[in-house]
Nanobody
Framework: VQLQASGGGLVQAGDSLSLSCAAS????????MGWFRRAPGKEREFVAA????????RYADSVKGRFTISRDTAKNTVYLRIDSLKPDDTAVYYC??????????????????WGRGTLVTVSS
């Protein structure tokens, strides 16, 4: 599976942004798709995940209510919409895929494929 994330950029605090992750290479029916982020000087952390088949979602507590993950099965693309952006959201955002995973317990070490990441910078 090849993953290509896009949509990052420089935004103002309070703005909204939508990231995309285009997947190719094989069917995603068996996969859980996730978004992770790495802020400057911090470790990579889980942000959100979605099961490709059923569309079940899970969010990190720190982003609930502001982040929305979705997928378009026709376009083989996963999205992450971020509302009310904060400077603390500044990070490189990565999409990843986990085959036959468990969305409830999935962590970065479980992911089978990673995209390159897209940088989001939020100015105050």
């Amino acid at each position: 599976v090849q993953l290509q994330a896009s949509g990052g950029g420089l935004v103002q605090a309070g703005d909204s942004l939508s990231l995309s992750c285009a997947a190719s290479g094989r069917s995603l029916d068996e996969y859980i798709m996730g978004w992770f982020r790495r802020a400057p000087g911090k470790e990579r952390e889980f942000v959100a995940a979605i099961t490709w088949g059923g569309g079940s979602t899970r969010y990190a507590d720190s982003v609930k209510g502001r982040f929305t993950i979705s997928r378009d099965t026709a376009k083989n693309t996963v999205y992450l919409r971020i509302d009310s952006l904060k400077p603390d959201d500044t990070a490189v955002y990565y999409c990843a895929a986990d085959r036959w995973g468990n969305i409830a317990s999935m962590t970065s070490s479980d992911m089978d494929y990673w995209g390159r990441g897209t940088l989001v910078t939020v100015s105050s």
